[in-house]
């Protein structure tokens, strides 16, 4: 170790800060400057703790499937006469649906229409929450010889979650669709008017920008539009909601509050990104 | 004739001296790290950050030095996908300042920590947003921070609790002969 005078140690104590306050300003300005860097960074560290994240899902589902039991066990009376309600309202759906699939089967053969091929899709655990105070995102933890790429679009079970914007060896940050940079064109399935739901942070993301005529209603389903090629048609999303200051917000299908295991599509789309993703999405490899 | 100490001795005594230096920045890296573990609250880590920040530069400012709260605050920035510095910034400034007032702060009651730490956060909070809005050039709403402030405030307690049972321990072992 090197020896220095108390004086000279005292002053270079003194000035560590003010030189340390002016370089997290420098950093800013390199973040700022550089933002490829920032992210390589975010992603470096996000795939050298993946591992341990994973880890760590193991006792954490344990407590909050715990947690979870407790609530189904002081429910369940009140559970079990919903589920039989739905149960008999989807009884008729599935005959309809049923009746719907072989006319549909029938149209399709007569019309000799050529169906789209079933996309390919990943599964990846969640690992990690990616977002900060102001953006809501996820980090997926996935193995090292993985196929994602930066615009492919994660559902859960239920619906849309949001789309990839970064992608590191081990893991992947999944823009959620109700962060505040979140735009999603989707379209109104009984009007077929189109709209763009913006996020806001919250539970709920707002629509916005709908044609003038055709208000969204109240209990309309929401569904993705293939409008600037970022999503593909019809994919569910949610349902219109009115705020208690009546703007219409959306429903969404997917728990986003409780994701832990959502599907990577690759529908092959290279779309509008969202801002902070600079890079272009790269292509899709060759089959 | 005197003997000389064993060197055994001597470097364990190294290794547990420096291992009681890092102990603070280390645990306040591990929290962080276990904070971004999903669980249903968002913006968990720089609620995390800032309590044991504000608690070591009160308690003990030797085992807080500015370069390790300045590695905090980039941990916090690449964990949480903020704008890189911006942590690094309000930690450094809370930091300062909270070590600058230590001398007053380290005297008063647990409440009397509590809301002083209260002041600081909705500072820390106000100065993040700021520049959350100027790096990221659009306004950004005022209720996630304040949420914030209210989680990391709710957070001192028990963190501040578990933590000095820890520096009371440290104290003791620096005590011993």
């Known amino acids: ?287 | 004739m005197k003997g000389r100490p064993a060197p055994a001795t001597g470097l364990l005594r190294q290794i547990d001296a420096v291992a009681r230096a890092a102990f603070p920045t280390g645990l306040t890296a591990l929290l962080m790290v276990l904070a971004a573990v999903p669980a249903g609250l968002p913006g968990l880590v720089p609620a995390v950050a800032l309590p044991c920040i504000v608690f070591w530069a009160i308690f003990r400012p030797a085992a807080l030095p500015p370069p390790a709260v300045f590695a905090l605050g980039l941990l916090g920035d690449l964990l949480s996908f903020a704008p890189v510095g911006s942590g690094v910034l309000t930690l450094l400034v809370v930091a300062g300042l909270v070590t600058r007032w230590r001398r007053s702060l380290a005297q008063q009651s647990f409440l009397a920590v509590w809301l002083a730490y209260c002041g600081v956060a909705l500072g820390a909070a106000a100065l993040e947003w700021v520049l959350q809005v100027v790096l990221g050039w659009q306004l950004l709403p005022l209720a996630p921070g304040l949420y914030q402030v209210m989680l990391s405030a709710g957070l001192y307690p028990g963190l501040a609790w578990v933590l000095s049972r820890m520096h009371e321990a440290m104290s003791r072992a620096e005590s011993a002969p």
């Open chain 1, 1 to 287: 170790m090197i020896r220095l005078s108390i004086p000279l140690r005292q002053a270079l104590a003194r000035l560590s800060l003010p030189v340390l306050i002016a370089l997290a300003f420098g950093t800013m300005l390199l973040g700022k400057a550089d933002a490829v860097l920032a992210e390589r960074a975010r992603m470096g560290l996000a795939d050298l703790l993946a591992p341990i994240w994973s880890a760590l899902q193991q006792p954490v589902a344990t407590i909050r499937e715990a947690g979870q039991e407790a609530e189904f066990l002081f429910n369940l009376r009140a559970e079990n006469a919903r589920l039989r309600e739905e149960n008999e309202r989807l009884r008729r759906w599935q005959a309809t649906a049923l009746a719907l699939e072989a006319e549909n089967a029938m149209l399709q053969r007569q019309l000799s229409f050529v169906p789209e091929a079933a996309p390919a899709f990943q599964t990846a655990r969640v690992v990690a929450d990616g977002g900060g105070i102001y953006a809501r995102a996820v980090l997926l933890g996935i193995g090292p010889n993985h196929g994602v790429r930066k615009g492919q679009i994660a559902l859960d079970e239920r619906g849309l979650v949001g789309r990839v914007t970064e992608v590191g060896l081990r893991s992947a940050r999944v823009l959620l669709a109700t962060d505040m940079n979140s735009r999603i064109p989707v379209v109104l399935e009984s009007s077929r008017a189109r709209a763009m739901m913006v996020g806001t942070n919250g539970a709920r993301p707002r629509l916005q920008h709908w044609p003038e005529g055709s208000a969204p209603v109240e209990g309309d389903r929401v569904v993705t539009s293939a409008e600037a090629g970022a999503f593909p048609a019809g994919l569910p999303v949610g349902i219109v909601r009115r705020s208690e200051g009546g703007a219409p917000e959306v429903e969404l299908f997917a728990r986003l509050d409780r994701l832990d295991v959502v599907r990577l599509f690759d529908y092959g789309l290279a779309g509008i990104l969202p801002p902070e993703a600079v890079t272009r999405p790269e292509p899709r490899p060759r089959r």
